[in-house]
């Protein structure tokens, strides 16, 4: 056994701990460290760090327990010095909780127990030295109920029924005929302990532990084993978080907010983590501890007046009612408003950032029990980063690197409509817990939020409350949608960390999920049918209203300056439309990166001209019908390079194989057996005539379809293959691509073209097509007595043309890398049928992550660093890109900024989030 420190101290004099360990102590263990260091006040307890989980993950239980069962001891001798209490004492028991708590927050996904160290002579002891029973057991009842959740896995047992725990204590308040927890007695609490107590019996076999050590070492291994649970493992993917970071384990001295009415539990913001705006805000509970807060179980109210009032504006509730019965902590306790107030503005100027705070105040003193950056949405994080700014709290560079950059995607979304908005059913108002426009069916599990999803259905999640198992069917849905919970329950806060459509609390839903209906408003809402939901007014609509594009500009303009300003590599496109191209520009692209010639062939009446050409017995034949096609060509790049104005545009040569412009051979087949069906119901010579030319003519079709069939079409005739084979394509495209120049120029519009040849993996191909082309544009320049400037350059996506760059790179004046083909031809994986085992390698660890969303740095990232070295080493000044897919992904743009990259091209919508990405990604390497 190894001599390393595994547990660290915080509280009272020791804070072993800070906030730049992370790595080691977790998001929470090393804030908690922190703030005990900087005096704000902190229960004392214990940090097991995240190098034990992975140690966990290798010895098991047992084995973990012995690794650092003497440092835990020690520590909680030290817990019960600071606290005056004793571990498994019956008069004066130490209590504790036990929680995870990752390098990087992942709210819910892990387990936590609180109450730890009850038995049934601790919660005697507990009511005597308290003077409260009713407290003691009704600690002991949660205790019971968590530890038997997390630890003894007493789940549901099918998605349609409730928690056993909640099934018993839902019982108990029909029978006493009282809505909430808070007004059964201590009797009453009693029996509802027997009754879980007789469950988990009844359900493992074992009786309920009571030996505190002996639920200590079960909690703080369950935690542990909470790493690698699917909810975990789930958010982890989703989040990018590497699965061998370990969660560590946070064993506090307990403090209650559920002692009676001078004790109260609250999650609070610094700023809106809906909006961003700089107004402190959170929710709390009386006589209540932290889970029911988050959970949902219990609808909390407003901790400031402003937001008390404005609460109730939405629920139209009267400010009397409000004043008398749902007042703000600022209201009835004024005094822990103060002290919570001043400790919130300590956090967020200390961390320079909007913190998201757990506290507790126990019979009038306050606690605090976390502090971290809080989850924001895409609105909020571009917001808070330029008010901080502006207020000095930081700098140009730290608002972009504050920012993450998928997360912009969320200001892109459509918003609704404002006449269709007008004209919407409301059916029912909730809490606006995550601004966004969505509507979809209505679903009320998760599963089947997935399955609607992957059919290609928009849906929303409605949930009583929703729970961390409903992870998967939130990330599925459009919208969620509950019943129960304020702004910072398990919805609302991993809603806003998904940047999806939240709306909570809508208390006037009553949801049934045995016949899958929800009554609202004199209504029965199905599954099935569709409503829509506001999340910037909390608003629940009838139907599917119309959205229309989202208006960009203020802080999110700012941003994309900043980002300019402080960016070595510039953002391009990928646009195949002056629409697209627009778009783009509009977004602040400095050009085109692609533009794929073929998506302007499948119009009908192009398309017709297509097959005349692929049909064509000669080249006479294919000539004719390629006239017919210039001009719509030329017409489209004369749109494409209008809209892009004094700006480079790539255009690719034609790449996909011919077949794709053809009929399918199956259904030609089933054409022509229907045909010959046919002639058996002809009435007369002429109509048999008739049908036998048809069947001819569809015969020498198939005949040239199947001819035309390969095997492996993605590696056979195609790309620069065709322009070779076929030059009569390249003149076309060519003489399409100049003219368009050539007429624009006439009219005062400055065109930049840049032509790519794909798919080479000599430098011979390469060379016959560029030759085809400067002698079509110097055959154009000839007849129209003028030139345009272009360039000439090649699509690296074959892994010989990476390694052979050097040679390439003597005639071409230009390289970007297609990264889809690139990552196909290195991986050997066929991007249409990775799908079948992508998810089974992920789960396995076997590749980290979709190496067609995020270039596999270590192969594929070798090619293209080789290929764009060697390119240069010939020529020093050459022009390097990226125009694959990965091009939008901000941990590839920072890749391709590393390699020396000119630009990256994306989709229109992806080109702010490329933008942020190369600013940060300059930023990163000056550090």
């Known amino acids: 056994m190894s001599n390393k420190q595994r547990v660290y101290l915080f509280g009272g004099e020791k804070s072993e701990g800070n906030a730049k360990m992370k790595n080691l102590l977790g998001g929470k263990g090393a804030n908690l460290a922190e703030m005990a260091s900087i005096g704000v006040p902190v229960p004392p307890g214990l940090t097991i760090t995240t190098e034990v989980c992975a140690e966990y993950n290798e010895l098991g239980f047992n084995g973990t327990v012995e690794l650092i069962k003497a440092e835990v001891e020690e520590a909680v001798i030290y817990l019960e010095g600071l606290t005056g209490t004793k571990f498994g004492d019956s008069e004066n028991p130490l209590l504790l909780s036990v929680r995870s708590g990752a390098r990087a927050s992942m709210p819910g996904m892990m387990d936590t127990v609180l109450n730890l160290g009850l038995n049934e002579a601790a919660v005697e002891g507990i009511a005597k030295k308290s003077g409260n029973e009713r407290f003691a057991w009704d600690s002991y009842r949660r205790f019971v109920q968590m530890y038997g959740d997390v630890v003894l896995d007493m789940k549901p047992e099918s998605k349609e029924d409730i928690d056993p725990f909640e099934e018993i204590l839902e019982q108990a308040k029909k029978a006493k005929g009282v809505e909430t927890d808070t007004e059964l007695s201590v009797d009453d609490l009693k029996d509802v302990v027997a009754k879980f107590k007789a469950a988990v019996l009844l359900k493992t076999g074992k009786t309920f532990?009571?030996?505190?050590?002996?639920?200590?070492?079960?909690?703080?291994?369950?935690?542990?084993?909470?790493?690698?649970?699917?909810?975990?493992?789930?958010?982890?993917?989703?989040?990018?978080?590497?699965?061998?970071?370990?969660?560590?384990?946070?064993?506090?001295?307990?403090?209650?907010?559920?002692?009676?009415?001078?004790?109260?539990?609250?999650?609070?913001?610094?700023?809106?983590?809906?909006?961003?705006?700089?107004?402190?805000?959170?929710?709390?509970?009386?006589?209540?501890?932290?889970?029911?807060?988050?959970?949902?179980?219990?609808?909390?109210?407003?901790?400031?007046?402003?937001?008390?009032?404005?609460?109730?504006?939405l629920a139209e509730v009267s400010e009397e009612d409000r004043a008398n019965n749902f007042p703000s902590l600022e209201e009835a306790m004024p005094t822990i408003y103060k002290q919570l107030f001043d400790v919130q503005t300590k956090l967020e100027q200390h961390y320079k950032d909007m913190q998201d705070i757990e506290f507790t105040v126990q019979d009038g003193k306050l606690w605090l029990l976390q502090t971290r950056g809080g989850k924001r949405t895409g609105a909020a994080m571009v917001k808070i980063a330029m008010d901080m700014l502006n207020e000095g709290m930081i700098d140009e560079k730290e608002a972009i690197l504050r920012q993450e950059p998928n997360k912009l995607d969320e200001l892109l979304h459509p918003v609704f409509d404002e006449d269709a908005l007008a004209k919407a059913e409301i059916l029912a108002k909730g809490l606006p817990a995550s601004p966004g426009a969505a509507s979809g069916q209505v679903v009320f599990f998760a599963e089947d939020a997935e399955v609607l999803k992957q059919k290609g259905e928009k849906v929303i999640l409605v949930r009583i409350e929703t729970s961390p198992e409903d992870l998967a069917g939130m990330d599925a849905a459009n919208g969620i949608l509950t019943a129960r919970g304020g702004m910072t329950s398990?919805?609302?806060?991993?809603?806003?960390?998904?940047?999806?459509?939240?709306?909570?609390?809508?208390?006037?839903?009553?949801?049934?999920?045995?016949?899958?209906?929800?009554?609202?408003?004199?209504?029965?809402?199905?599954?099935?049918?569709?409503?829509?939901?506001?999340?910037?007014?909390?608003?629940?609509?009838?139907?599917?209203?119309?959205?229309?594009?989202?208006?960009?500009?203020?802080?999110?303009?700012?941003?994309?300056?900043?980002?300019?300003?402080?960016?070595?590599?510039?953002?391009?496109?990928?646009?195949?439309?002056?629409?697209?191209?627009?778009i783009a520009r509009d977004f602040g692209a400095k050009g085109i990166g692609l533009t794929r010639t073929e998506h302007m062939f499948f119009d009908a009446e192009r398309l017709d001209s297509m097959r005349q050409m692929i049909l064509a017995p000669d080249e006479a034949g294919r000539r004719k019908a390629l006239e017919t096609l210039l001009p719509y060509q030329r017409e489209d790049f004369e749109g494409i390079f209008e809209a892009m104005e004094d700006l480079p545009v790539t255009v690719r040569l034609l790449d996909p194989p011919l077949h794709e412009f053809l009929p399918n051979a199956m259904e030609l087949k089933d054409e022509l057996a229907n045909l010959k069906f046919e002639l058996f119901d002809c009435d007369d010579l002429d109509e048999v005539d008739e049908t036998i030319a048809k069947i001819n003519k569809k015969q020498a079709l198939l005949e040239i379809v199947e001819s035309l069939h390969e095997i492996n079409p993605m590696l056979g005739h195609r790309g620069c293959r065709l322009g070779n084979t076929y030059p009569e394509i390249t003149e076309m495209q060519t003489r399409a691509i100049i003219e368009a120049a050539l007429n624009l120029k006439a009219?005062?519009?400055?065109?930049?073209?840049?032509?790519?040849?794909?798919?080479?993996?000599?430098?011979?191909?390469?060379?016959?097509?560029?030759?085809?082309?400067?002698?079509?544009a110097n055959k154009v320049f000839a007849e129209y007595g003028d030139t345009v400037e272009y360039l000439v350059g090649t699509m690296i996506e074959i892994p010989r043309a990476a390694l052979t760059a050097n040679l390439v790179a003597e005639h071409a004046e230009f390289f970007s890398f297609g990264t889809n083909?690139?990552?196909?031809?290195?991986?050997?994986?066929s991007r249409d049928d990775i799908g079948n085992?992508?998810?089974?390698?992920?789960?396995?660890?076997?590749?980290?992550?979709?190496?067609?969303?995020?270039?596999?740095?270590?192969?594929?990232?070798?090619?293209?660093?080789?290929?764009?070295?060697?390119?240069?080493s010939v020529k020093p000044d050459l022009k390097v890109g990226i125009c694959g897919e990965h091009g939008g992904e901000p941990a590839s743009v920072e890749f391709c900024d590393g390699v020396g990259m000119d630009y990256v091209s994306c989709s229109p919508f992806r080109v702010p989030i490329a933008r942020l990405a190369a600013a940060q990604a300059t930023l990163k390497a000056q550090k």
Not at 493 to 515: D, E, F, H, P, Q
Not at 842 to 854: A, C, E, R, T, Y
């Open 209 to 313: 532990p009571t030996d505190p050590w002996e639920q200590l070492w079960g909690s703080v291994m369950a935690v542990f084993g909470s790493w690698n649970n699917d909810r975990a493992i789930l958010y982890r993917r989703l989040n990018n978080i590497p699965g061998e970071w370990g969660t560590a384990v946070n064993v506090q001295a307990m403090v209650f907010g559920n002692m009676g009415a001078n004790s109260a539990t609250g999650v609070a913001f610094t700023r809106d983590a809906g909006t961003g705006e700089n107004l402190f805000n959170g929710e709390y509970l009386i006589d209540a501890q932290g889970e029911d807060v988050v959970a949902g179980t219990r609808t909390p109210q407003q901790i400031t007046k402003i937001g008390s009032e404005r609460w109730a504006k």
């Open 490 to 582: 398990h919805a609302a806060v991993v809603a806003r960390g998904m940047g999806k459509c939240c709306v909570s609390g809508a208390g006037a839903l009553k949801i049934n999920y045995k016949t899958r209906t929800v009554q609202v408003a004199g209504k029965t809402i199905k599954e099935g049918d569709w409503i829509s939901l506001n999340g910037t007014t909390g608003q629940v609509l009838d139907g599917a209203v119309d959205t229309t594009e989202a208006e960009l500009g203020g802080d999110f303009a700012k941003l994309m300056e900043l980002s300019e300003k402080h960016s070595r590599m510039y953002v391009r496109t990928n646009a195949d439309t002056p629409k697209d191209a627009k």
């Open 747 to 776: 009219k005062g519009i400055n065109a930049h073209p840049e032509i790519m040849v794909p798919l080479i993996g000599t430098v011979k191909e390469y060379v016959m097509q560029e030759e085809i082309v400067r002698r079509t």
């Open 821 to 829: 083909d690139l990552t196909q031809m290195a991986f050997g994986y």
């Open 837 to 872: 085992f992508l998810p089974i390698y992920l789960d396995k660890g076997i590749i980290p992550v979709d190496p067609f969303q995020v270039i596999d740095f270590e192969g594929v990232g070798q090619l293209i660093e080789m290929g764009t070295s060697k390119g240069r």
